[in-house]
């Protein structure tokens, strides 16, 4: 393996800590401020590098996805022998986690690095992350601020949902009984439950929560 760079080794050890400390890798655009790039062109360019040299390897078929291998060099940090494989998906905005909002998703604005493994992917093809605002699912253990990594599919009763309720989003928890029409159920005393008066469509949904600590 040929010898990294000591910027290599920085953007290296950066992202081995951030994914000890939250289970994933860093964004590009964490890793660009973090080393005050000029723009994710740099980023990718440095990651390529390492990719190169035999660091991180590309997961096949999978854009922006790598796994991180045990370096040979004693002076690099330590890595953990099972090497943890991640994907990178779309961050699409924000969801209501309170009342519903008519604020929807307008397109791509970030991207996240997701230990696929936590995140539980079905597909991950098309999996999608939004920014939580609000406190209706706090009893959930889904707070303000985390990110939740949303998969498009048919919801059960009891999944918690990214949803849309009469043209308004929201996350709440999908309630189906037999016979019975579906509606949304807060994790929240303090909110009510939500039922639709024209429409009740799922969007995706929640396979796991993001955190920052």
Known sequence: MKDLTQRQKEILEFIEHHEWRNGYWPSIREIQEKFN???TNAVMGHLRALEKKGVIERIAGQARTFRIHRPEESDLPDIPDD???VVDV???GAIAAGYPDRVEPAGEIGRLQVDIRT???G???TSFALQVRGESMVDAEIYDGDMVIIEPR???DGDIVAALIDHETTLKRYIKKP???PYLKAENKFYPELYPITELTVQGVAKAVV???
């Open 83 to 85: 090497a943890t494989e």
């Open 123 to 125: 597909n991950r093809r």
């Open 119 to 121: 995140a539980g992917f």
């Open 37 to 39: 790039f000029a723009s």
């Open 154 to 156: 048919e919801p059960r």
């Open 90 to 92: 779309p961050v699409y």
């Open 179 to 181: 016979g019975e029409p």
């Open 211 to 213: 955190r920052s600590l």
